[in-house]
């Protein structure tokens, strides 16, 4: 029911800062928890951050204190603002309506020079 678009993603070196944003549709989006995942080549898919409705934030151990996720219900987009970057972030990043509803957008490729 939700529509996804990512978009903020692009080629950074280590040590700098990006913002994906992802706009929402279709349905109500401030009534979901949205998250941020990503996947590295030769890796899993991974959560890397998760915003309930309420505003709750939770990250991986792998960025906390250096990723923030954010939302702004009014605009129906939630954010993921990524400073102190490392290689090691290099990955297709994807935002997802992870419930009520269950979707996912086509990913926005980060990649962090070395």
């Known amino acids: 029911q939700v529509q996804l678009v990512e978009s903020g993603g692009g080629l950074v070196q280590t040590g700098g800062s990006l913002r994906l944003s992802c706009a929402a549709s279709?349905?109500?989006?401030?009534?979901?928890?949205m998250a941020w995942f990503r996947q590295a080549p030769g890796k899993q898919r991974e959560s890397v951050a998760t915003?309930?409705?309420?505003?709750?934030?939770y990250y991986a151990d792998s960025v906390k204190g250096r990723f923030t996720i954010s939302r702004d219900n009014a605009k129906n987009t939630v954010y993921l603002q990524m400073n102190s970057l490392k290689p090691e972030d290099t990955a297709v990043y994807y935002c997802?309506?992870?419930?009520?509803?269950?979707?996912w957008g086509q990913g926005t490729q980060v990649t962090v020079s070395s």
């Open positions: 279709g349905s109500i989006f401030s009534i979901n928890t």
């Open positions: 997802a309506a992870v419930y009520p509803h269950n979707s």
């Open positions: 915003i309930t409705s309420g505003g709750s934030a």
